[in-house]
Structure formats: C-alpha cells, structure tokens
Nanobody
Framework: QLQLVESGGGLVQPGGSLRLSCAAS????????IGWFRQAPGKEREGISY????????FYLNSVKGRFTISRDNAKNTFDLQMTSLKPEDTAVYYC???????????????????WGQGTQVTVSS
C-alpha cells in the first residue's frame, strides 16, 4: 500500500514561486505513474500535471504550461511540482496522486487514481 504526503504549500504573492513535494512510503514509486491535481473552492477538481509510468511522458494542463514543471526522483521516492509565475487563479488545494499502469488513463481523465495525498493549500494573493 502506497502512502503519499504533500508538503510545500503556503501563501505567495502573484508572480511568485512555490515548490510542492510528495513523499511516498509503503512502496516504491517506480511502478506508478504520478501526478498532481488541484481543487479550488466551488470548482471541480482538475488534473494539472502527470508523468507516465511507461515512458516518462509528461502532461500539463494548458493553463499551467510553461509555468509548472513536474519531476520525479525514484531514488528518493519523491516527486515535485515546481510552480512559477503564480496567479491568483492558481489558488487551490493541491493533491499528489499515483496510479498503476493499468489505471493511468482513468486517473488522468477521470481522477480515479489509486492513491491520493491529503492535500496542501496554495494561496496566491497580494
């Protein structure tokens, strides 16, 4: 059983940067595709970035392309989301996720991922 714990959220001014980290325990991440979702108040949850388990292909939501970068460190059993040029509309609770290869499509398209972190708040405000 995989457990995921996010860290790195907080309050940042518009234009600022934050780095979110997700630490995995209970199993190694090598087998899984990994990614990040977010949910803002009153809005639906949305997938913002993902790394495929098969070939390392990355996916980014259009609104974060060029600003956010996802990375993984299998040796440390962690993965990160570097966020730059943050905007007020990036304010949300951010969740890290992991999915087995057979469930990656459902995870990225419908949010039915195998494992979720507890979430970390990111607030972009002046």
């Amino acid at each position: 059983q995989l457990q995921l714990v996010e860290s790195g959220g907080g309050l940042v001014q518009p234009g600022g940067s934050l780095r979110l980290s997700c630490a995995a325990s209970g199993s190694t991440l090598d087998y899984y595709g990994i990614g990040w979702f977010r949910q803002a108040p009153g809005k639906e949850r949305e997938g913002i970035s993902y790394i495929s388990s098969s070939d390392g292909t990355t996916f980014y939501l259009n609104s974060v392309k060029g600003r956010f970068t996802i990375s993984r460190d299998n040796a440390k059993n962690t993965f990160d989301l570097q966020m730059t040029s943050l905007k007020p509309e990036d304010t949300a609770v951010y969740y890290c996720v992991a999915a087995s290869p057979s469930r990656e499509a459902m995870c990225t398209m419908r949010g039915t991922c195998d494992y979720w972190g507890q979430g970390t708040q990111v607030t972009v405000s002046s």
